[in-house]
């Protein structure tokens, strides 16, 4: 019942920034907890952040208080701004649904776009 297309990745130098946009349709898109998550080469899919349909926000410690979530429910969007890139954050980054669950946990979503690449270079 939910599709999600993000967009905003590529390319950016260490310090700098990119904000992530990923766009959902479904008509109970403001019930549902929203999650990104990123996916480096090998390795299971990491927690970044997610906002629930009250507002409440959780972060992963490594991006907490540089990636920023947001959502905009009346146009269907959820946002990451990230600032201070590193090339650590090099990642598919990934936004997730999820009608109830755990916020952190990536196996507890229900919809998942095909993710969109960061490549933070030094």
């Known amino acids: 019942q939910v599709q999600l297309v993000e967009s905003g990745g590529g390319l950016v130098q260490a310090g700098g920034s990119l904000r992530l946009s990923c766009a959902a349709s479904?008509?109970?898109?403001?019930?549902?907890?929203m999650g990104w998550f990123r996916q480096y080469p090998g390795k299971e899919r990491e927690f970044v952040a997610a906002?629930?349909?009250?507002?409440?926000?959780y972060y992963a410690d490594s991006v907490k208080g540089r990636f920023p979530i947001s959502r905009d429910n009346a146009n269907n969007m959820v946002f990451l701004q990230m600032h201070s890139l590193k090339p650590e954050d090099t990642a598919v980054y990934s936004c997730?649904?999820?009608?109830?669950?755990?916020?952190?946990?990536?196996?507890?979503?229900?919809?998942w776009g095909q993710g969109t690449q960061v490549t933070v270079s030094a």
């Open positions: 906002i629930g349909w009250s507002g409440s926000t």
């Open positions: 479904g008509r109970t898109f403001s019930r549902y907890t």
């Open positions: 997730a649904a999820m009608r109830t669950g755990t916020p952190n946990n990536a196996y507890e979503y229900d919809y």
